[in-house]
């Protein structure tokens, strides 16, 4: 017995008829389709890939229209472009309008997207340059890329690369202290996105890594430092590197006479 009995499954139905389409006998109904982002329609227009595009899924209405159910933004990321004529698709009959939106649930439901951790191992294998500085810094503190919370592990890839890219060299100075601070515990973003924000807006013109600097941060510890952030947080009610660095600054400058208390030059916050 197969398992498709002995479970009753759900029996299949025909697989839809592979062929090229012109794309503007394409259409979208919004009445049940999610509202298009334009960002992300304008990203696959300009870097459009074939293989990335893969192919679209299309409702044959009984009057012989193709709606899409699946693949909106590629769809209209192709009708920006003047060099497509005709769009991939799997063109599957329904009966209602009401099947083809059940199908465009089925479709998006049962997907997960990519997290940042499978984003980076794919970046790392095709060579992306921010994906090689983050594979640096991973082999530097001694802990792999992933998703768990855990003393070896590194989870804020989105983070660090997002900081990488607004300036490196403040990140790979910056990254021996964040692993003492974090030594032996989990790094979380908070703790890595506050300590970047400071240092990128320590005024007057100094560094964290100052040896006083880093000692009494290493000595907070990851845990007194994100409770510092957390403080700050429960104070303006909203969190955010910006506030968050108000809470850890508050705790550096104690015992620090007033003309050599650090501050951000640009503050986003009023203490």
């Given amino acids: 017995m197969s398992k498709v009995d002995r479970y009753q499954w759900k029996k299949l139905e025909a697989p839809g008829e592979l062929r090229m389409v012109p794309k503007h006998e394409l259409q979208i109904d919004m009445e049940y389709q999610r509202e298009a ?12 890939m074939w293989a990335a595009f893969g192919v679209a899924s299309i409702a044959r209405r009984k009057d012989g229209t193709l709606w899409v ?36 649930i089925q479709a998006n439901t049962l997907r997960k997207p990519l ?15 921010v994906a090689a500085v983050v594979a640096d810094l991973a082999r530097i503190a001694q802990r792999r890329v992933g998703g768990d919370s855990s003393p070896t592990s590194i989870r ?5 690369r997002l900081w990488i890219e607004r300036d490196e060299a403040l990140v790979r100075r910056m990254w021996p ?12 973003e908070r703790v890595v996105d506050t300590l970047f924000y400071i240092e990128s807006r320590i005024y007057p013109d ?16 990851v845990d007194g430092v994100n409770q510092d952030a957390a ?4 104070l303006y009610k909203k969190g955010g590197a910006s506030v968050w660095a108000v809470g850890v600054l ?6 620090i006479k007033k003309e050599s208390r650090l501050s951000l030059s640009r503050p986003e916050v009023n203490p």
């Fill in 156 to 160: 804020c890839v989105s983070l660090i």
């Fill in 250 to 255: 508050e705790t550096l400058n104690k015992g």
């Fill in 115 to 129: 997290t940042s951790i499978d984003k980076h191992k794919a970046f790392v294998k095709a060579g992306d340059p």
């Fill in 69 to 104: 159910f699946d693949a909106q933004h590629r769809v209209l990321a192709a009708w920006r472009r003047d060099d497509i004529a005709e769009l991939p698709c799997i063109i599957h009959d329904v009966n209602s309008q009401s099947e083809e939106a059940l199908l465009f």
């Fill in 177 to 188: 202290l964040i692993v003492r601070v974090c030594a032996d515990r989990a790094m979380p």
């Fill in 231 to 234: 403080n700050a947080a429960a």
């Fill in 37 to 48: 982002n334009e960002t992300k329609v304008l990203a696959i227009a300009s870097g459009f």
């Fill in 206 to 221: 100094r560094t964290l890594t100052e040896k006083t600097l880093s000692a009494r941060l290493t000595a907070r510890t």
